[in-house]
């Protein structure tokens, strides 16, 4: 089942419990109407169906967007967000850390990634432009969009990790794969770790990762 289909089917199952009691105690109310109750109890019915599915629609979404603890449980093995470290060798043969942050919801996966120099000045930062779990194979992929902080060009690159997990059913601890841009189609390799479930704040995150990675 996918994040998403056990979203709906716990709001379906929620919306199935309500109802039961708002009928049982509307029902004797109109009966009480007399014949044209045959057209308000159907009426009713789906009126309430439809407001209260999509009441506990947005309320979920809402708690599991601030509340981790629901978003992991409901994203299973495809949970990614927080704050991601790594480490890479460029074509340069030069090290650089890099902090990207996942921001994810039931339905979509945004990365936004900075990488650093041996100084702490930026090296490069990227966003991504769409992105895609095999929840299966425990492979992100996704692609990106890069500003250098070099020759301060732009260019588009493909990102492929796979997951490090304990177990099929459990979100990773690590991701290890590679980045390549278009512009070279020189493939980077990095590995990385989350260090938080939480988006932090870019200089704690970077200062993190030089103890960490």
């Known amino acids: 089942m996918t994040p998403e289909h056990k979203f709906h089917s716990y709001v379906t199952t929620l919306t199935i419990m309500v109802m039961y009691f708002i009928i049982s ?18 009426l009713v019915s789906v009126l309430s169906a439809f407001g209260l599915y999509g009441l506990f629609a947005k309320v979920m979404n809402g708690i599991a967007c601030n509340w981790n603890w629901l978003k992991r449980h409901l994203l299973g093995p495809t949970y990614l967000n927080g704050t991601w470290v790594g480490r890479f060798i460029n074509s340069q043969n030069e090290e650089k850390i890099t902090v ?17 120099n041996s100084d702490g000045s930026t090296y490069a930062q990227w966003t991504s432009i769409a992105a895609s779990i095999n929840e299966r194979n425990g492979v992100l992929t996704y692609t990106y969009t890069c500003d250098s902080h070099i020759d301060y060009s732009t260019f588009q690159g493909i990102g492929v990790f796979s997951f490090e ?11 290890k ?15 990385e770790k989350r ?4 988006l932090l704040e870019l200089h704690e995150a970077y200062e993190l990762a030089r103890q960490n990675v």
């Open 25 to 42: 105690e509307l029902v004797p109310i109109i009966d009480g109407v007399g014949d044209s109750s045959m057209y308000l109890k159907p």
């Open 195 to 198: 260090i938080s479930e939480k």
């Open 100 to 116: 990207e942050f996942f921001e994810q919801t039931m339905s979509s996966l945004t990365i936004r990634g900075e990488a650093f």
């Open 177 to 191: 794969g590679y980045s390549a841009d278009i512009n070279d189609g020189v493939r980077t390799e990095n590995r």
């Open 165 to 175: 997990r304990k177990s099929a059913h459990l979100p990773p601890t690590f991701i």
